[in-house]
């Protein structure tokens, strides 16, 4: 099984910054992409910024330039910086990760999900 740990979330005001990052664990063979997504209440889920192994990254267009995403393969994990912050960045943030794993022989790639952690930006 494969266990990822979120943390960074918090209280802060607009224009603060704050980091999450997310560490995976358990049994796999390596990581291709993690990414961040966030749901606010009463609104779906939504990508806010993925890297690929290769260290490719994309953002939704309401965190571009203010969110950096990145990663440590060596650690397996990825960071979340967020800058500038606003009060409809507001959400539970998910860390998601696809896992090359081996079951049986068989190599498969599997998304995990974080267990989410709260970011509130007052005005």
């Known amino acids: 099984q494969v266990q990822l740990v979120e943390s960074g979330g918090g209280l802060v005001q607009a224009g603060g910054s704050l980091r999450l990052s997310c560490a995976a664990s358990?049994?796999?063979?390596?990581?291709?992409?993690m990414g961040w997504y966030r749901q606010a209440p009463g609104k779906q889920r939504e990508l806010v910024a993925t890297?690929?192994?290769?260290?490719?990254?994309n953002y939704a267009d309401s965190v571009r330039g203010r969110f950096t995403i990145s990663r440590d393969n060596a650690k397996n994990t990825v960071y979340l910086q967020m800058n500038s912050l606003k009060p409809e960045d507001t959400a539970v943030y998910y860390c998601?990760?696809?896992?090359?794993?081996?079951?049986?022989?068989?190599?498969?790639?599997?998304?995990?999900w974080g267990q989410g952690t709260q970011v509130t930006v007052s005005s």
């Open positions: 998601n990760t696809d896992v090359v794993r081996n079951s049986g022989g068989y190599t498969s790639t599997v998304t995990y």
């Open positions: 358990g049994r796999f063979i390596s990581i291709n992409a």
């Open positions: 890297s690929s192994r290769g260290a490719y990254t």
